[in-house]
């Protein structure tokens, strides 16, 4: 194939595809939003309510919606410069508007706290066959969209999507932590613990585990395994206990460089996964003393707890591992572990793992 062929069309294609991705969608939506297909709509509520949805209508791309203006319940029209949308009428007179100019939807801006009047707003709707559009009343007071989860005969608005609130969800991550994390513990595990305890034994003799408390769901405290891979003191200072791992830290043996550098050290905690404590997926967990620290330097800290705590994750995956020095580094950690409960899937997790798998042979820089 000529190189100067191969060449041009990859340009031609790369050029094609950039106008399409920008131009193709507002162009349908013209095509299918045009004419009679445009749908007069028509906003119910006061002057200051209108501010809310302002820049929603501004920027909207062409989806067929025609706002003609507003219906007001309040008998003082505000002057031009207060909204861009002209006032068509009150509400007592929302029928006739709905009627004469045709309108094909209702927004709803605000209940004004009376079961009376959004009746009437609603009675008025079904007669005249309007849709109707309500807007969420909460928004104002949150700076992040809301989500609507039906419960019963209830809906509720949670902040953030959380697909492993689904009992399903939860059935196929447990399956896969149950499929993954048996075989290394029965197969695995044991030759590991020998290699291991040779290691400990000429270079610094004791426990071949390290037990800690580490917070879990819930915020729920339960003990995590782990290879030691520090000198063993018979009384330990609190203070040391609590101190987080460094880059040059004299508590670790050159050996014990090695499993943390390697991850070998985390093997124990498939003991933690096949038990319920954990996840091969999910926040790091920390030490309840960091949990008081953490929460007061980043305020969504405590979400992170609405899962179950990983060996691995997307924020280490991402190189957000080991000493946490400074707060930066804190909330872009918080960031991935939340980015990482919104947006899990089955898939997310196996390339997670696979990812991480390879790092047990290819350890990142960050990784000591």
């Known amino acids: 194939m000529s190189r100067i062929f191969l060449g041009v069309y990859v340009i031609n294609v790369w050029v094609v595809l950039l106008l399409i991705n920008r131009y193709l969608h507002d162009w349908l939506a013209t095509v299918a939003f045009s004419g009679a297909n445009t749908v007069n709509t028509v906003l119910v509520g006061s002057a200051s309510s209108v501010e809310q949805v302002e820049d929603w209508i501004q920027n909207q791309p062409p989806i067929g919606m025609q706002i003609l203006g507003l219906v007001n319940y309040d008998r003082e029209e505000p002057t031009e410069n207060d909204i861009d949308i002209p006032i068509i009428g009150h509400v007592s007179e929302l029928a006739d508007i709905l009627h004469e100019k045709d309108v ?44 609507a989860i039906d419960e019963g005969d209830h809906t509720f608005f949670t902040m953030q999507v959380e697909p ?23 197969f695995i595990l044991p030759p590991l613990c020998l290699f291991v ?24 405290k339960f003990t995590i395994f782990k290879f030691r891979s520090m000198f063993h003191y018979e009384q330990p200072k609190e203070r040391d206990e609590a101190t987080q791992a460094g880059k040059q830290d004299t508590r670790i043996f050159s050996f014990g460089h090695f499993l943390r550098r390697s991850s070998l050290d985390e093997f124990p905690q498939f003991l933690n996964v096949l038990k319920g404590n954990m996840s091969l997926v999910g926040p790091r967990p920390h030490m309840p003393e960091h949990d008081e620290e953490f929460k007061e330097l980043v305020e969504i800290y405590r979400t992170r707890h609405f899962v179950k705590p990983g060996i691995t994750g997307l924020a280490q995956y991402r190189g957000y591992r080991g000493e946490i020095t400074d707060p930066e580094l804190l909330r872009e950690r918080i960031r991935f572990d939340i980015e990482y409960i919104n947006n899990w899937s089955m898939w997310l997790d196996i390339a997670l793992i696979l990812r991480t798998a390879l790092q047990v042979f290819i350890p990142p820089d960050s990784a000591y």
Do not use: H
Request: glycine fraction near 6%; proline fraction near 7%.
């Open 104 to 147: 094909g939807q209702v927004i709803l801006l605000e209940s004004r706290r009376s079961r009376s009047w959004v009746t009437y707003v609603v009675s008025t709707c079904y007669r005249e066959g309007c849709r109707l559009l309500i807007l969420n009343p909460w928004e104002e007071y949150f700076n992040q969209p809301l989500t």
């Open 164 to 186: 492993l609130e689904n009992p399903f969800n939860r059935f196929l991550k447990r399956a896969i932590d149950i499929a993954i994390s048996l075989p290394v513990v029965v």
């Open 197 to 220: 305890a040779v290691g400990q034994m000429l270079q610094a003799p004791g426990p071949l585990v390290y037990r800690q408390k580490r917070s879990g769901l819930r915020g729920r």
